[in-house]
């Protein structure tokens, strides 16, 4: 599913960020990434994005190429995955059924099949309850759990997901995690970057440690890890996704590159087929947020 061979990235200010990388990442598959700030973590991530290119070595995700893909093609290599952010990212004046669904209309997703997959999809992170309220009415908890909805509700195979943790209370740490877990445990490849070393012990993945650029360990069970490692990389920081060269975009823009068309307008138009009037589509809703039978 995900294999990088010699992967080197320098950046043109000369900047390291990877110096000969060689991971490989089976389907099915659970892996912790850790590595302290400036590691190369976040490259890594923008490269398996298509965010960043390799300068050498070769990127194989999902059965895409990534050194020779065509521009055209991104787009559709995008929504082989689903991304969870440590900051949200969730459009503030969107519900939280619209910050899902915002996932889908900007692929082109019919009105009817958007309202059952999100529908779904919020039920399975526990917020059907919430799905009319903004992200500032939900804690930060419930904040994460929109962004994970939004990044399963494509049916993605590969979550890869950066931090999600790193801005919520310990114990929903815990619950997204084991909720990560739950999604593994049937089927999904994930790929999450961590610094929280509790997390990594109690989960008992294999974990990937990235240290200046190369890769330093990779173990099957993190009770091998040494633990001065493992502790450096918590007390000298990680590196956000987006710090390097670029600044954190529009969450809106960075979405709409998962679609294939020219952004001509509304991305919420439907087909004309398709088209529903607001009347049409509230009874769609319960007051808690599930689907009207």
């Not at 070769?58 to 093609?73: G, Q, T």
């Not at 529903?276 to 599930?290: N, R, S």
Request: charged share 30%; glycine share 6%.
């Amino acid at each position: 599913m995900i294999e990088f061979r010699n992967l080197t990235k320098i950046y043109p200010n000369g900047t390291k960020a990877l110096k000969d990388v060689n991971i490989k990442i089976e389907k099915g598959e659970f892996v912790f990434i850790v590595g302290a700030s400036g590691a190369g973590k976040s490259t890594l991530l923008k490269i398996m994005m298509r965010e960043e290119v390799a300068t050498s070595g070769s990127v194989i995700i999902n059965n895409y190429n990534l050194n020779a893909i065509k521009k055209k093609d991104i787009p559709k290599f995008r929504r082989t995955m689903g991304i969870v952010f440590q900051d949200f990212r969730l459009i503030p004046n969107l519900s939280a059924y619209d910050n899902v669904a915002f996932a889908m209309r900007v692929i082109g997703a019919k009105e009817r099949e958007v309202r059952k997959r999100v529908t779904h999809t919020l039920s399975l992170v526990g917020l059907s309850s919430k799905a009319k309220c903004l992200p500032a009415q939900l804690s930060g908890g419930e904040q994460q759990r929109v962004a994970l909805a939004r990044a399963l509700v494509n049916n993605a195979d590969l979550i890869i997901a950066d931090e999600p943790t790193g801005n919520i209370d310990p114990e929903m740490s815990y619950e997204i995690v084991d909720l990560l877990n739950h999604l593994n445990a049937n089927g999904k490849t994930i790929v999450m970057v961590t610094h929280e070393h509790e997390l990594v012990r109690r989960f008992k993945h294999r974990v990937i440690v990235i240290k200046e650029g190369r890769v330093v360990a990779d173990l099957n069970n993190p009770d091998e890890l040494d633990e001065s490692m493992l502790t450096e990389c918590v007390e000298t920081g990680v590196c956000k996704y987006f710090d390097m060269p670029n600044e954190n975009p529009d969450i809106e823009e960075f979405l709409r590159s998962y679609g294939a068309y020219e952004d001509s307008g509304d991305a919420e138009s439907k087909s004309s087929d398709d088209k529903e009037t607001e009347a049409e589509k509230e009874p769609a809703l319960t007051a808690e947020g599930g689907q009207a039978q």
